[in-house]
Nanobody
Framework: QVQLVESGGGLVQAGGSLRLSCAAS????????MGWFRQAPGKEREFVAT????????NYGDSVKGRFTISRDNAKNTLYLQMNSLKPEDTAVYYC??????????????????WGQGTQVTVSS
């Protein structure tokens, strides 16, 4: 079965950096677009970033543009999220997700097929 396993979360001070990873198995990784989402306590899930099948195209949520970078390594079946200049408002559980993708794959509201369990990111002020 499909498994997406996030790692790399933790506690960091404001202004610091973290790199999240998402290891995928049970699917042909290069045939799926991948995305990162986050959910803070009491808030709705928020789109963070998405990346195309080959990694040549990306899209970001407005709140993370210029600070976060999504990337993928299809040879390692792994998705990454480099997070720089972290702010306390970035505190959330971060989830990776996979979808077959289609014409509107880059839209924040695109529906994903598979989800990981999440990794906690906490940014202290």
């Amino acid at each position: 079965q499909v498994q997406l396993v996030e790692s790399g979360g933790g506690l960091v001070q404001a202004g610091g950096s973290l790199r999240l990873s998402c290891a995928a198995s049970g699917l042909t990784f290069s045939s799926y677009i991948m995305g990162w989402f986050r959910q803070a306590p009491g808030k709705e899930r928020e789109f963070v970033a998405t990346i195309s099948w080959s990694g040549s195209s990306t899209n970001y949520g407005d709140s993370v543009k210029g600070r976060f970078t999504i990337s993928r390594d299809n040879a390692k079946n792994t998705l990454y999220l480099q997070m720089n200049s972290l702010k306390p408002e970035d505190t959330a559980v971060y989830y990776c997700a996979a979808a077959r993708g289609g014409r509107d794959w880059a839209r924040p509201e695109y529906k994903y097929d598979y989800w990981g369990q999440g990794t906690q990111v906490t940014v202290s002020s």
